[in-house]
């Protein structure tokens, strides 16, 4: 038994409209708590159980801490989250629902994860959100579900923010012998930081994270995310937040499913009509989100 499940692979008569090629989708927008997230810190919080530790400690107020909350009350070990005050009282609430406790603490998440950061006693184990190889081999488990129902892509589509998805995606791909499938890795403009890498050819930090898609918001992109770049087939794409954001309400429409914009990147290169059309059949990583309402998506619509 795993902490995530086996989310639906299913074929968008909408989205293969759009792209004009096959579009299949990986509903992870349906895991418990919304997101891929709890694929690897699902994996991590078990294998740090497992060593003993007894209190779980995060510094997301988004997926990832969403996902330690999760776990964490599955697996019955206590969970404290560091927010800044940026948090939305929606995650909080969530965090709350999910038994942990959160504090609120400094304007940034630098501020948020350094007073995390001392809270990290010797038997409690730091779940990070996108840096650590626990995380990639529990993302890789996506792959493993779609090999197993027998259906290859010609490519994979998904959103980057600090490149554990992408990892933990690159990492599915090889270990099943798919070196070959090339992945097309999404941002926003704002929150780029894997452009910027590839453009600098090496991981740098953007200066600020100046998109709506917080999800997205890494300064720098982990090393391996950087390091698949120079070993796998990896296209870089960048859309602008409005792009993201109707996607976002184009897919609400067709599949009834509200994801946040970070997981609306991803989507807009469907959306978009010719980006994927060199393709036959794609598989789009629904990667979801739960930070995000319909109304807070819509007023960003309505921003010039
Ligand atoms: C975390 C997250 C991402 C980006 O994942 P990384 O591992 O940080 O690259 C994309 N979409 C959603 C909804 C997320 O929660």
């Not at 890789?140 to 010609?154: L, Q």
């Not at 554990?164 to 798919?178: A, H, I, Y």
Request: aromatic share 6%.
């Amino acid at each position: 038994m795993t902490l995530h499940i086996n989310t639906p692979l299913i074929e968008s008569p909408a989205l293969s409209a759009a792209a004009h090629c096959t579009v299949h989708l990986k509903l992870d927008a349906l895991q418990p708590c919304g997101s891929f997230k709890l694929r690897g810190v699902g994996h991590a919080c078990e294998v740090h159980r497992a060593k003993g530790a007894q209190r779980f400690v995060s510094s997301s107020g988004g997926n990832a801490g969403l996902a330690v909350a999760y776990a964490g009350r599955k697996l019955g070990v206590p969970v404290v989250v560091v927010v800044p005050q940026t948090t939305t009282a929606r995650a909080k609430e969530l965090l709350e629902m999910d038994g942990a406790q959160v504090i609120v603490h400094g304007g940034s998440w630098q501020e948020a994860n350094e007073l995390a950061q001392t809270l990290v006693g010797p038997d409690d184990a730091f779940i990070h959100p996108f840096n650590d190889p626990l995380l990639w081999t529990g993302h890789a488990t996506m792959i493993d579900e779609v090999a197993s129902t027998g259906y290859k892509p010609d490519a994979v589509v998904l959103s980057v923010g600090g490149g554990g998805l992408l990892s933990g995606v690159v990492e599915g791909l090889q270990r099943n012998g798919w070196q070959d499938v090339p992945v097309i890795a999404v941002e926003t403009q704002g929150a780029a930081s894997f452009h910027a890498a590839i453009v600098a050819g090496k991981p740098v930090a953007l200066e600020a994270i100046t998109s709506v898609a917080t999800s997205l918001g890494a300064k720098q992109v982990c090393d391996q995310a950087f390091a698949y770049a120079q070993t796998h087939p990896i296209e870089s794409l960048v859309v602008s937040d409005q792009q993201a954001l109707q996607a976002c309400e184009r897919f609400l429409h067709d599949q009834r499913i509200l994801v946040e914009p970070a997981c609306g990147a991803a989507l807009a290169v469907a959306y978009q009509g010719e980006a994927l059309s060199r393709y036959k059949d794609v598989l789009m990583v629904v990667c979801g989100g739960a930070t995000a309402s319909h109304e807070q998506i819509k007023a960003w619509l309505a921003q010039p």
